[in-house]
Structure formats: C-alpha cells, structure tokens
C-alpha cells in the first residue's frame, strides 16, 4: 500500500473532515472511495471515446431511422 501526501486549503480539509464524519467514515477511507470513483468514471470515459473512435456515423444514423419508424407505427397505427 502506497502513503500518498496532499495538500489542500483549509475549507477542503475541513468540509471533506466534515463528509467522512457524517459517513461514519475515516478520511482515508473517505479519499480511496472518492478516488476509485474518480477512476471509474476515467475508464467509462475512455471506454466511451475509443469505441465512439470506431463508430460508423451511417450505421447509427440507419438504426436511428429503424427506431423512428418503429415508434411512428406504434403511436400511428
């Protein structure tokens, strides 16, 4: 396990004290929720833009009409 030291003004301190307390949590336990969190967004980010990378506009603009189609002859039948 790693020992990481951070700096943060005083008001950030304080309200993240303030946040593990009314969790019941300790403030490490606290920044490693926050952090993993803060990595699983990343991920799902970069996740989303390489596939968005391989995207075929056209091919998603045809689904698009396949489902406009679909709602149309459900709400006009």
């Known amino acids: 396990?790693?020992?990481?030291?951070?700096?943060?003004?005083?008001?950030?301190?304080?309200?993240?004290?303030?946040?593990?307390?009314?969790?019941?949590?300790?403030?490490?336990?606290?920044?490693?929720?926050?952090?993993?969190?803060?990595?699983?967004?990343f991920d799902a980010e970069v996740r989303f833009r390489a596939l968005a990378a391989q995207a075929d506009p056209q091919a998603a603009l045809k689904i698009l009409d396949r489902l406009d189609a679909q709602d149309s002859s459900v709400l006009n039948p």
């Open 1 to 41: 396990m790693s020992t990481l030291t951070i700096r943060l003004p005083d008001p950030t301190a304080n309200r993240l004290k303030q946040v593990a307390h009314s969790r019941g949590l300790s403030m490490n336990k606290l920044i490693e929720e926050l952090s993993t969190q803060a990595i699983a967004a």
